[in-house]
T-cell receptor
Framework: AQSVTQLGSHVSVSEGALVLLRCNYS??????LFWYVQYPNQGLQLLLKYTSAATLVKGINGFEAEFKKSETSFHLTKPSAHMSDAAEYFCAVSDYYSGGDKVIFGPGTSLSVIP | GAVVSQHPSWVICKSGTSVKIECRSL??????MFWYRQFPKQSLMLMATSNEGSKATYEQGVEKDKFLINHASLTLSTLTVTSAHPEDSSFYIC???????????FGPGTRLLVL
């Protein structure tokens, strides 16, 4: 079975500071990993995805994430936070590589950006 | 990326009535769509997988007769909440795979309030 944990349900950073959102996964098969962002009362927008190619994945809005198999992690980072980054962030895992089609979401991390 | 729409975005109904939510893939065909439910400040919970031309696959604990899913075409899946009650009030989000099947793209969500 697959699962995702996100350390820290709420993260606050100052504008211009580094953003680090943590994600660890559990999967018995090579995982596909995703980061989604959700703004209030909206659906989810894909930030980036890892699909067994390069371990460092660059996404939209300056975000990137690094897949570390030894640590079973897929942390999301951004060098400099912007006010518009304040949102809910979800890490997710799927077993697409092995023919599955379900996506399992982590509990989410709410990011606040302090001016 | 692929575009998924939902209609309506907001619905308020009386207890005991049925509500239909539509999910459409606008620029691609989706043989499989997914329906999620999200409570405030919580993550997405997969309710069911909607398969075009066949019965939906429901997750454990989801009432099939309560949440009717119809995937009659390659671009449309509908979720009907039958005999809605206040505890059914939630944010319902649908998603569909892109052409490669690797990534799920999400609709903007439908907020249901049952009075």
């Amino acid at each position: 079975a697959q699962s995702v944990t996100q350390l820290g349900s709420h993260v606050s950073v100052s504008e211009g500071a580094l953003v680090l959102l943590r994600c660890n996964y559990s999967s018995s098969v090579p995982p596909y990993l995703f980061w989604y962002v959700q703004y209030p009362n909206q659906g989810l927008q894909l930030l980036l995805k890892y699909t067994s190619a390069a371990t460092l994945v660059k996404g939209i809005n300056g975000f990137e994430a690094e897949f570390k198999k030894s640590e079973t992690s897929f942390h999301l980072t951004k060098p400099s936070a912007h006010m518009s980054d304040a949102a809910e962030y979800f890490c997710a895992v799927s077993d697409y590589y092995s023919g599955g089609d379900k996506v399992i979401f982590g509990p989410g991390t709410s990011l606040s950006v302090i001016p | 990326g692929a575009v998924v729409s939902q209609h309506p975005s907001w619905v308020i109904c009386k207890s005991g009535t049925s509500v239909k939510i539509e999910c459409r893939s606008l620029d691609f065909q989706a043989t499989t769509m997914f329906w999620y439910r999200q409570f405030p400040k919580q993550s997405l919970m997969l309710m069911a997988t909607s398969n075009e031309g066949s019965k939906a696959t429901y997750e454990q604990g989801v009432e099939k007769d309560k949440f009717l899913i119809n995937h009659a075409s390659l671009t449309l899946s509908t979720l009907t909440v039958t005999s809605a009650h206040p505890e059914d009030s939630s944010f319902y989000i649908c998603s569909a795979h892109d052409r490669q099947g690797e990534t799920q793209y999400f609709g903007p969500g439908t907020r249901l309030l049952v009075l």
